[in-house]
DNA sequence: CTGAAAGCGCTAACAG
DNA sequence: CTGTTAGCGCTTTCAG
């Protein structure tokens, strides 16, 4: 059934159910009619001609790198549980750390076919700098600040500061670094620098070959710790940027005799639940990723409501959260999730 | 720039540009004028349009229960690999294991907004069936099987039975099982059905003191573990539905001195990380998440083509992982993913 | 092979 | 407060 129908059997115009749907000016009386209407034939709307109509889909595009990541998917349920409560739909692109797909996904939204967008940021490239400006909707860059773009963020540089001084304030002095690309401005550089951070500020010097780079995963994490502590063995602590980094180089130590936290403290960024139920639970700082999911949503939301809304960058704070791997928690504590 | 203007600016009709973009009779001089003006103006036809004007929407929606699941989020992302591929878009909506929100998203397809849906099974109630039923789009049942419908799923009663057999095989006679609610088929129903036809091959009786019923998270697991093992303190082994709960069991081992393998076996279903680098790493078994995510976007996609392919039901194999929690691997072994 | 014309279902001026 | 009217941008008969 269409508006045409519908007002017809309703026995009013089209345009007295436009505005019931739309809440515009409407007598009591039609209001009850079309209401009664509505309850008889469960007429609604068709989204695709509001949206031809209105130019306005009331849909919102997420792109992310990896969705079976647990910090991505925890942001992605904090966007959607808003955009759910506000009426929007939530479209998804999964770009598996592929650029391309990245960029296909932007051009996407060339198309209006959507009302605005939530990118969970990786690396961004002058590509997509380009891209990102050329759109005319609204954008939220979820994960990092990028200059000229609004952005919900995490404090990373306090967060690495936190976990690495957690492990010098008890004592340590030789410590490592097993981080990620720093093309990655949060999990790469800011993390880099909390550390380096922590370092300087009790008076230990960095020693060039006491870090490396690891891709975002376990395995890398084993190879990395591998090459690093061989080359470094007098090592009393480390800190990984992302939990599962964390969880390799654990692996390595227990294949390898290196007691945690004994031999080595380690400590790393994200407070996984691997981490947390890991052969030594890991001593992690925990960033609110739901939560930052959330306000980015609602960032947006206010966005679409008033277009002239200024750019903004929202940081959020980082709880360290001390276990065994720092020789701080019972096994058995401070395990299950927030 | 709308399909009129960039008609005249080609020096063609609206036809003809209407054809071009849809595979229709065009000749040879025609299409290179519009393709020479597609080059240089970058135009593309309004897919909100297209929408309405064709009814379909070239978007799918994927209904799942909780998307920071791992298992969860795998099958998404095979079902974003396919989607992508042949230009689909993904709408996603997480029903945060809330009925009615499911209801909800159910609801949002009498909207005709989308082409089809593939819904990652949970609990069906006598509501979902009559709302499944009435929907006049194509569906794909993803988790588990259900009369009428497609469906892709996994041998879930017998990787419980894998899983069971290699701890009885290695001797042990005394087995427990943790599992979740029987209103869940795959993972409640089957994997019990798994068990027990484990227990009766092996002529093992099972004592009904000896099962205990836990959410589908650690806590429960740990939980859960604590009652069935103080109610029944000779068990030697314990099947868990999944990972989960096993990794919950398995800290309440850790903190009550239970030795894991040797004073009680555990394994699970799922195989997810958390699992591979827990303090005893589970013996568990695989299940194809991403592919059965491929499969069941193929499935969906064929009936788009062809709605009236026959409903089938494609049930996928799995692996048995075994670990140290059955005293089977190293620890640094088997522990990579996929 | 081609173009003219008729809508898809709706909203938003506009004139009452 | 209300109905009429003119499209939103496109596809698809239909008659050449």
């Given amino acids: 059934m269409n508006i045409t129908e519908f007002a017809a059997y309703a ?39 509001q949206m031809l109509r209105t130019r306005r889909t009331r849909q919102v595009l997420v792109i992310l790198p990896k969705l079976s990541s647990e910090s991505c998917a925890r942001m992605v349920e904090g ?13 998804l692109v999964n770009t598996s750390n592929d650029s391309s797909r990245e960029v296909a996904a932007l051009n996407l939204l060339q198309q209006n076919t959507v009302d605005g967008v939530i990118l969970i940021a990786t690396i961004f490239t002058p590509e997509h700098r380009t891209v990102l400006a050329s ?38 002095t030789a410590p490592g670094f097993l981080g990620v690309t720093m093309l990655d401005k949060a999990a790469g550089l800011d993390r880099r620098r909390g550390f380096e951070d922590a370092l300087r500020e009790a008076g230990v010097p960095l020693r060039p070959g006491r870090t490396s780079i690891a891709a975002f995963n376990m395995e890398s994490g084993y190879e990395q710790a591998s090459t690093l502590l061989e080359r470094e063995p007098s090592l009393d602590c480390l800190f990984c940027a992302t939990d599962s980094i964390a969880i390799g180089a654990l692996q390595y130590c227990r294949s390898h005799g290196i007691r945690v936290p004994e031999d080595l403290m380690i ?46 960058n929202q940081v959020l704070g980082y709880a360290l959260r001390p276990r065994a791997s720092t020789g701080d928690a019972s096994p058995e504590e401070n395990i299950w999730a927030e």
Wanted: net charge neutral.
């Fill in 11 to 49: 026995g009013v115009s089209k345009a007295a159910v436009s505005r019931y749907f739309n809440g515009g000016y409407l007598s009591e009386e039609k209001r009850a009619r079309i209401a009664a209407a509505v309850e008889a034939t469960g007429y609604h709307p068709s989204l695709q001609a």
């Fill in 135 to 172: 759109l005319r909707l609204p954008v939220i860059i979820l994960g990092q600040e990028y200059p000229g773009f609004c952005s919900v963020s995490h404090d990373d540089r306090g967060a690495a500061h936190a976990a690495t001084t957690h492990m010098l304030s008890k004592g340590r």
């Fill in 79 to 91: 966007i959607s549980d808003v955009l759910d409560q506000n009426g929007y739909q939530l479209l």
């Fill in 267 to 312: 400590t790393a960024v994200g407070d996984s639940e691997a981490g947390r139920v890991a052969y030594v639970p890991i001593t992690s700082v925990q960033l609110h990723y739901r939560t930052a999911g959330r306000m980015a949503a609602e960032m947006l939301l206010e966005h679409l409501a008033d277009p002239h809304t200024k750019p903004e």
